[in-house]
């Protein structure tokens, strides 16, 4: 995917799934630390020290944030939030005018359509 | 099965690349495989030394210079069942500037070995020969050392791998313009290669969209040799990361080979490594590394990206 740095959320900084268990959390978290890490060989030639800096104050955040569960769960909702609209898939019911996983009302009866022919207010 | 060429590569010399397709080549031989090597280090050619052979005829110049009619008639045997070696030139000043159609030739005799398995040992730089014969493999190797310099020039290595698909994918789509303003971006910094991508997405969705399928079809390997401790081999993945986040390529780590003071007595020796210390940790980090790659699903699966090289 193409992103800018500023763009990474907290599990690509950290190169783990969105799944992670707190134990790759953790893992993925160390191995960021190595490599944003004040001389870190890693970087050699590529990245600037202001570039660094930035990176290893977002790591630790993300750290920060997906090791409570609380926190994570939060993020995990802003992340949803941004998420492009797919619009839902679902059954289209003619008869109510909308789709299934909308709260539509059960369908009338014949009799209560018969009914509602002769009776204004039912 | 697919055919397979194993390029092995890297932005410095002396890291290992021939001491690990030495070795890859021997364990593939070990294990019944039919494997040619081929020695494409046109500056500085020593795979046979690293399997214990003496330099002769025929050679990679010998095929090039049409002595001998093809490139499979140029593979000699070795004492080992199943290998067989294309020698590197000894008339290194006129190899090492090959001219461009003796490459292509080079590149489509390659193509047509009959055999299973190929490598390719490659040599230091970014000459464009270095980088093409690179680009053909799948899968293609880089071969770094936990060290500031080797590690500054596989970026380099990289960078210029990188610059080197997307010209010959402008070239192939006739969109030449583009090439100096990739230069001027991506010399810049490290956000170069993303900012470049980004404002050509802005200008022009559909060339942009093309170049970034090319690079993302790019995917090398890395290999960090001679690691001495845990945190050297945390910095091979390390490099992986940064390779994928900075460089927008899809780099695989495949491990770590611990330095081996039995290597350098091997070479001195002129015995090849690899069958005299099948249970050293190196080897079996040569081993654990072939299996990766033969058994990895998405290198078995994909098809490697089909480069055409421009015929001027």
Redesign the interface.
Known sequence: M????ED?NYYELL?VERTASPDEIWEGYQ??M??YQDG?????????EA?RELVLGRVQEAFQTLRDQDLRREYDLTLLRHAPYFPPKAAFRKSVGRLEIEEAPPRPTLRARIKRLFVRNP | MDKRVWAIGGGKGGTGKSFVAASLGLHLASLDRDVVMVDADLGAPNLHTLLGLKAGHPDLGDFLTGRVPSLEAAAVATPYRGLRLVRGSENILFIANLPHFRKLRLLRQIRQLATQNVILDLGTGSSFNTLDFFLSGNPGVVVATPEPTAIENTYLFLKSCIMRVLKLYMDHYKIRDLHQKMLDQIEKNSQSLYGFFRSLMETDRAYGTILYRALRGFRPCLVMNKTRDERDVLLGRSVADVARKYLLIDMKYLGAIPYDEDVQSSLRGLRPYYPEHKDAAAARAIRQMSEELAYSIEFTLRTPPEIRLPDT
């Open positions: 193409l992103k800018k740095i990474w190169s191995a960021a190595a490599t870190s060989l890693a970087l050699y030639g590529l990245v600037s570039e």
